[in-house]
């Protein structure tokens, strides 16, 4: 059982920090807090399922292909939507919203509600110290361990990666540097939602899929970043994996109870912020000027 714990704390943790780096992202850059997120997610996981089984297209393509269809997607939402309404936190809160349950809705209506399986990406199991892991559990935390290098390296060796990270800090002050500011916010939004389309790729094997499978991560990254500290990358993946661990542990230490995972981890964030109001991690973001 132990093992178990380990195997599936690490996948669906990894998970859930991919998916809060790339909603931290956006809020740390943009500002804003996009309920849509996850919609991403379960449409990567839709589009795999459809361009491999419907269309026929190796599965590989058929993750490509998706992870850039809803990296444009996401994009242009960002583009055309969200970037006009900006300013206004309460109009973006239901815009973001209203977008994930129309994607949501042109999902329902493309594919139907008929519970699906997304297509394995590997086969077959290796054993870990006498422990069968199957291989695919093993990529999913491989791709998930190298994208998160990845995306840390990108932010603190290249010159774009600073030149995001100066906007988070100071919106007006990366723009006097000459930082062009909504650019920034554009090749983070393409980065968050490639993330979020990423997940959807990873799981899309490990279990059915549904028009509503965006709900239940949208309440826990909501609950990871807030524990985590909002707008911090480090605190996004230390909360990711204190309430990914925490969901496993429920289900398998109490089956019976399985359904409470969710309260569980949010319980423990709540106690947390209790403690301390800021998170783990918080940052207090400096106030725009003028």
């Known amino acids: 059982m132990a093992e178990n714990i380990i195997v599936y704390g690490l996948v669906w943790s990894g998970v859930y920090a991919l998916l809060a780096i790339g909603f931290s992202l956006i809020f740390g850059v943009a500002r804003i807090v996009n309920l849509a997120h996850t919609a991403f997610y379960m449409l990567a996981a839709y589009l795999i ?3 491999n089984t419907a269309a026929g297209l190796n599965v590989y393509l ?5 992870i850039i269809i809803v990296t444009i997607t996401g994009t242009l939402s960002y583009r055309l939507i969200i970037a006009r309404i900006r300013q206004h936190e309460s109009t973006t809160l239901i815009v973001t919203i209203a977008l994930a349950v129309i994607f949501q809705e042109a999902v329902l209506k493309g594919f139907g ?10 086969s077959g199991e290796t054993g870990i110290f006498g422990v069968g892991v199957l291989n695919q559990h093993l990529l999913t935390f491989g791709v998930v361990l190298l994208l998160l290098l990845a995306t840390w390296a990108f932010l603190m060796k290249t010159r774009t990666g600073v030149a995001i990270r100066a906007t988070a800090q100071d919106r007006e002050v990366a723009n006097l540097m000459g930082i062009n500011v909504p650019g920034m916010e554009m090749i983070t939004m393409a980065i968050s ?5 990423i997940a959807g790729a990873l799981v899309a094997p490990l279990g059915v899929l549904t028009p509503g499978m965006w709900m239940h991560p949208l309440i826990m990254i909501l609950a990871v970043v807030v524990l985590g500290g909002l707008g911090s ?3 996004s993946l230390i909360g990711a994996f204190i309430l990914g661990f925490s969901e496993i542990l429920v289900v398998f230490l109490a089956p019976s109870g399985a ?3 969710t309260s569980v981890a949010l319980t423990i964030m709540l106690i947390v912020i209790m403690i301390k109001p800021e998170g783990l991690f918080g940052i207090v973001f400096e106030e725009e000027r003028g």
């Open 49 to 51: 399922f459809h361009l």
């Open 62 to 66: 058929s993750v490509f292909l998706a």
């Open 113 to 122: 509600g008929t519970f699906v399986s997304g297509p394995k990406l590997i």
């Open 259 to 261: 359904f409470l995972k």
């Open 233 to 235: 990358l480090k605190g």
């Open 193 to 197: 939602a490639a993330l979020a389309a």
